[in-house]
């Protein structure tokens, strides 16, 4: 469920948030309302994912991780982050997880879209999600190259003929170790572009 952070505020003004110590631009979100908030829904086989910038990068292997866990929290911060001690506070309890992930590095406004994205990346890992169980085996970032992650190869689908641009005859030739060896070629190159 989503829970409104406001609701744990204290004041007439249902403030979640207050000026930096030490000065600096923007509002830190308060530790007291988070703690309140998380405490009122967690338990013992729970991971508290905070969403920041200088957490962990986010990646399939992390999704595969998140799959066999029971509850999960997201801690959506807004302005300049949450107090850093309510990480501290939830890491020093050994009774569950804490994780700091990030999605990129890039600032959003904050937690929500990338709550979504990891949703998303860990729901269509849930046997039976995906209509076809074989489309996971074939995945992006599954694929490697001596140790190396790649990206999926480029797909084609009908008409054979679009604009002037062709399928690649190799697709059409029904060879499939042809296929297969011009397919981690072409993964392999298009990984080595993304670099």
């Known amino acids: 469920g989503v829970h409104d952070l406001r609701e744990q505020a204290t004041n007439n003004h249902k403030q979640v948030d207050d000026t930096p110590y030490g000065g600096g631009a923007g509002m830190v979100m308060m530790p007291e309302v988070w703690g309140k908030a998380i405490d009122s829904i967690i338990t013992e ?18 999704a595969s991780q998140l799959l066999h866990s029971e509850n999960l929290i997201f801690a959506c911060g807004r302005y300049e982050g949450i107090d850093h001690r309510v990480t501290e506070h939830y890491q020093s309890r050994s009774n569950f997880r804490v994780h700091e992930i990030s999605i990129g590095d890039y600032v959003l406004n904050g937690g929500e879209v990338a709550t979504l994205v990891i949703l998303e990346a860990v729901i269509r890992l849930i046997p039976g999600v ?58 392999i190159k298009r990984s080595q572009k993304r670099e």
């Open 45 to 62: 086989d729970s991971e508290l994912i905070i969403l920041t910038p200088a957490g962990k990068k986010f990646d399939q292997e992390l």
């Open 130 to 187: 995906l209509g076809n169980p074989e489309s996971l085996a074939e995945e992006s970032h599954t694929l490697e190259s001596d140790g190396e992650k790649i990206v999926e190869y480029p797909n084609y689908t009908k008409p054979a003929s679009w604009r002037g641009l062709e399928v690649p005859e190799i697709l059409l030739s029904g060879n499939h170790a042809a296929i297969k060896a011009f397919r981690t070629e072409q993964a």
